[in-house]
């Protein structure tokens, strides 16, 4: 799969839109981060989606706080934190502001200039160059966005619970992971 720098970056609209709906449609898109003049690319093949402070798994259920006030921003920013001292990850930012609702990025595909496993949040994010300087970024910039696949290569989603949430109760079985089934790169529980 080759990356093409005259693919279309996705528009606000796009995130502004019902996180499942967007959990979804991000499969297959392209991860860009331009890090000293050269494009990281990765195809997106595995998200989990996390509602709102309903979603007793979203960080957002605990409120507003200084590490989650991002989310409760406008749709199409990353937000990106750092868990268990060593490993970023990385949401995108869906719905309108006040919400609160994003979608985590699990896996990708390697496409360009990508070293390491990139199954995984953590590892994604190492593998990305994404880390905390990152957080409450636009994703529209030229330097760091999602953009629509080249090509519309025909791919099946699977959904599954999301990974790690145990403690969310009932929201714990909800099938909020999407991945592409079959791809070699999405995480193993």
């Known amino acids: 799969m080759q990356y093409n720098r005259a693919v279309q970056q996705l528009h606000r609209a796009f995130y502004d839109r019902d996180t499942i709906v967007v959990a979804r449609e991000l499969l297959g898109k392209y991860l860009v981060h331009t890090v000293r003049s050269a494009a990281r690319v990765g195809r997106i093949v595995e998200v989990e989606a996390y509602l709102g402070p309903h979603d007793r798994a979203a960080h957002s259920a605990r409120g507003v706080t200084e590490r989650t006030k991002v989310m409760f921003g406008?749709?199409?920013?990353?937000?990106?934190?750092?868990?268990?001292?060593?490993?970023?990850?990385?949401?995108?930012?869906?719905?309108?502001?006040?919400?609160?609702?994003?979608?985590?990025?699990?896996?990708?595909?390697?496409?360009?200039?990508?070293?390491?496993?990139?199954?995984g949040p953590g590892l994604l994010c190492r593998a990305m160059a994404i880390d905390q300087r990152l957080n409450a970024h636009d994703l529209l910039s030229a330097n760091f966005h999602i953009a629509a696949s080249p090509k519309a290569e025909p791919f099946v989603i699977a959904k599954?619970?999301?990974?790690?949430v145990y403690y969310a109760e009932q929201w714990a079985k909800r099938h909020l992971r999407f991945y592409i089934r079959g791809n070699p790169f999405v995480s193993r529980p």
């Open 74 to 119: 406008p749709p199409g920013y990353a937000y990106v934190y750092f868990i268990y001292g060593m490993y970023h990850c990385m949401n995108v930012v869906t719905e309108r502001a006040g919400h609160g609702a994003a979608v985590l990025l699990r896996a990708l595909e390697p496409v360009k200039n990508l070293e390491g496993r990139t199954c």
């Open 160 to 164: 599954r619970a999301r990974i790690g």
